[in-house]
């Protein structure tokens, strides 16, 4: 079994700053791409940044130059660094990860989601 956990989030003003972090556990082979999405409220979720093993990036044009991506191959950790944050990032984010069991199954796993709340 797969676990992904989150932490951080929570309240930030304007211009203010975030970190979440996101740690993989369990019945882990390897782990693919890894990356946050986020969801505002009655919007589809969006890819926010993905980062390949070998840490090549991908970020949503809106969030370019303001967040940024980065793991830890060895600890199975992803963070995500929210700099000059807007009002307009308010959202639940997701950490997400592409992991391969012992077993050999592949697939997509979801952390719980954790809120980020920008406003003054």
């Known amino acids: 079994q797969v676990q992904l956990v989150e932490s951080g989030g929570g309240l930030a003003q304007p211009g203010g700053s975030l970190r979440l972090s996101c740690a993989a556990s369990?019945?882990?082979?390897?782990?693919?791409?890894m990356g946050w999405y986020r969801q505002a409220a009655g919007k589809q979720r969006e890819l926010v940044a993905g980062i390949s093993p070998g840490g090549s990036t991908n970020y949503v044009d809106s969030v370019k130059g303001r967040f940024t991506i980065s793991r830890d191959n060895a600890k199975n950790t992803v963070s995500l660094a929210m700099n000059s944050l807007k009002p307009e990032d308010t959202a639940v984010y997701y950490c997400?990860?592409?992991?391969?069991?012992?077993?050999?199954?592949?697939?997509?796993?979801w952390g719980q989601g954790t809120q980020v709340t920008v406003s003054s």
């Open positions: 369990g019945d882990i082979r390897n782990i693919y791409t």
């Open positions: 997400n990860a592409d992991i391969r069991i012992m077993l050999g199954l592949r697939r997509d796993y």
